[in-house]
């Protein structure tokens, strides 16, 4: 399969000024020959004319011809730069597929860049973050991983524990030799430090996740408290229909804001009281779900009404939650909240951005070394800590031996030199096609 060569647009199809294609694999260089004539000079980009097979010129060309392993690949390369439009797309297919070539699958050009050693998988998955980043934090958050620091994180872990190993090998294989004592000990001492590194990155909050995936905010609260209202004006524009009347708001509406450097999803929900309509019942189900799984809740009471702060409070349970008095401009403000606002005369609005924002930035933070950014590392890492607080109880060498054999093996397959193929299709399905 590998042998095979691809192509793919490496451009999202549409109406666009320029659109590109890519080639790569062993029969790149004599499709560039066949379609524009001969091969250009390596990685300087040309003007060609573009032929199909009967000699009817399709377009004219930048191309740009990479052979291996100077390449993104690392494979033979050929980039096309067309005028492009729908046509010309599919005249330039048809004379590739005649010639042997095949589409690329989602993510086949940066699988096959891991399988020739040109990054990692941590790198990998981080070009599928960059492609994806929506904010300037996101972007710094994968380029640092892209540019390996997450990487030699694990790498170095792995290191370690691979030379921690060949040292427990050597006691179980020379148990006689007149190996220090204090060797158990010293062995021992640094698969401790190890758990503890891994275990501090583990406990961090989950900053990197939270930057890469984006927080959630739930707004909740009685019916009428405001909370379309409120959302409408974070969001700056008319997103939910508000009302007077108490139930407007049935589905859970989302829109997505920047704060700051991080992304997050604003939810506004249906106003909490016990109902007999089925369908705003089910409206208060979701609310109280969505409220449960958030990273904060604005929880809203209007000065208007007889609930209290606290109660309101107890009712998030866990959740981080802000306690909002809403429409400060028709009465006193309700003891035990934590700020006050009136989207009618803008009271509060400016200290509520604030809020928000300083949630964020703490739950985002990105100071100090690269955080964990997804879960597929943090299933390995936890695999890796459990075997390494197992290796350290274990009084039995051989039995010790085989904990550190499957930490490293843990820790191998986050950055791909252990036991990858399983792995693979998970991860670079979800790249576009064309990556
Ligand atoms: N036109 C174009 N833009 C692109 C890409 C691409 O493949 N083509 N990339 C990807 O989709 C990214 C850049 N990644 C790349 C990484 C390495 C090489 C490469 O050919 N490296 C060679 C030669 C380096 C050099 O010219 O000095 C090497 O490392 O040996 C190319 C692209 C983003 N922009
Ligand atoms: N005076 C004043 N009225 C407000 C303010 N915010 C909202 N209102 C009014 O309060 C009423 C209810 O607002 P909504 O935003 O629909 O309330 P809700 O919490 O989404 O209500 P449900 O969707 O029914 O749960 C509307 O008539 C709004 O115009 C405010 O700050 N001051
Ligand atoms: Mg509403």
Redesign the pocket.
Known sequence: MDEDTIFAP?TALGRAAIS?L?LSGPATGPAVLALAGRCPQP?KASLRRLRDAAGDVLDEAVV?W?PA????TGED?A?L?LHGGRAVLDGVVEALMALGLRMAEPGE??RR?FLNG?MDLVQAEA?GDLVAAETAGQRRQALRQMEGALGRVYEDWSDRVAGTLAHQEALIDFPDEALPPEVEAILTGEITRLTQEIGAHLNDGQRGEKMRDGLVFVIQGAPNAGKSTLMNALAGRDVAIVSPIAGTTRDALEVHLVLGDAPVTLIDTAGLRETEDPVEAEGVRRARARASQADLVLSLVSVEASDTAPTVRDAAGQVPTLVIATKADLGPIPPGTDLAVSVIDGTGMPALHERLHAFARTATAQSGPPPLTRQRHRAHLQQAHRHLCLAIAEPEPELRAEEMRLALSALGGITGKIGVEALLDRIFADFCIG?
């Open positions: 490496m590109t890519r990685r740009i990479s392993p100077h390449s993104y390369v980039e730069h050009f940066s860049a040109r070009i990556k």
